[in-house]
Structure formats: C-alpha cells, structure tokens
C-alpha cells in the first residue's frame, strides 16, 4: 500500500532553515502530483507546494514563494521542502501529499511533522 512518511521537522529560530523530506512508496508515482501542506491547530489545513513528480513543473503559496523550494529526487522516490528564512508563522505541521494528476483532491496523505519556530 502507499506510504508517505515526513522527516525533518524541528525547532529552529527565525531566520534559519530547514528541509523536510517526504519519502514515498507503494506505487509508481510518475503521474502524480506531490504537495505539502500545513496546519495549526484551531486552523484549516493549508497548501505549501506542489510539484509534478514527471515534469518537475512547481507551484507555491504566496506566503512562501522565494522562501521555501519543492524538489523531488525520483531515483530516491522523495520529495523535499527545503525552508529557508523561516518565521515564526511557519510553524505547524507539514504534511506530504499525493494526487493523480488527473483529480483535484489529494488521496494520500503522510502523517505529519511538526516545525517549531521560535522569535
């Protein structure tokens, strides 16, 4: 079955980085879409990126662009989040996420790595 596991949540202070990673298995994911999403507790889960596991092709919320990089290693089939430059309203829990390419809702779901970012 398909398993999605998070590492590489911490603590960290504002301003320094981190890189999360999202190591898949199960199936092939060549037609799939990769996301990460967060949340806080109280608050709806929100989008972090995605990426196109064939084309490589990315997208970003606005509140993380030219902050956070989504990248994908297919020889290794993981995902990562590299986090640079982090605030204090990054922290949350990251969740790794998968979609065929062809549907709108992600099916697979990780469970989860908690970030703490302290001023």
């Known amino acids: 079955h398909v398993q999605l596991v998070e590492s590489g949540g911490g603590l960290v202070q504002a301003g320094a980085s981190l890189r999360l990673s999202c190591a898949a298995s199960?199936?092939?994911?060549?037609?799939?879409?990769m996301g990460w999403f967060r949340q806080v507790p109280g608050k709806e889960r929100e989008f972090v990126a995605a990426?196109?596991?064939?084309?490589?092709?990315?997208s970003y919320a606005d509140s993380v662009k030219g902050r956070f990089t989504i990248s994908r290693d297919k020889a290794k089939n993981t995902v990562y989040l590299q986090m640079n430059s982090l605030k204090t309203e990054d922290a949350a829990v990251y969740y790794c996420a998968a979609k065929d390419s062809h549907t709108h809702e992600y099916i697979y779901w990780g469970q989860g790595t908690q970030v703490t970012v302290s001023s």
């Open positions: 199960g199936r092939t994911f060549s037609s799939y879409i």
């Open positions: 990426i196109s596991w064939s084309s490589g092709s990315t």
